[in-house]
């Protein structure tokens, strides 16, 4: 459910790394606003998965480049080696895909080699 005091803090850390207008368009900005001013929980289903798009969005765009990239390249890469791994016989392989430590070494590995080694 949606309060009032988390949508505003939701808004207020958008504005503040300035995602709020380059992300939202009016009449998405104007329904955050609205359920601010006029409701103190959302108790509607409509108005609820309406707001939870809108707070999704939002979210994505919140997270930091490093939290981003794990989540689109270091999980992908770390559920790729366990699966080598697991196939040349190692047993310990299959925790390796939800290490968040070994998706974070790699992540960190992908940031910092350049371009050019990339394929």
């Not at 505003?8 to 955050?32: D, Q």
């Amino acid at each position: 459910m949606f309060s009032r005091s988390k949508l505003a803090l939701i808004k207020r850390r958008a504005m503040r790394r300035k995602v709020w207008f380059k992300l939202l368009g009016r009449v998405e900005r104007a329904i955050i606003d609205l359920t601010i001013k006029c409701v103190e929980r959302v108790r509607s289903p409509k108005l609820t998965g309406i707001v939870a798009t809108i707070v999704d969005k939002l979210a994505n765009a919140l997270k930091s480049r490093s939290k981003r990239l794990m989540e689109e390249v270091g999980c992908p890469l770390a559920r790729k080696l366990s699966r080598i791994a697991q196939n040349w016989g190692s047993v310990s392989a299959t925790r390796w895909a939800e290490d968040h430590d070994f998706i974070r070494y790699l992540t960190v590995m992908c940031m910092n080699t350049p371009d050019m080694f990339k394929l």
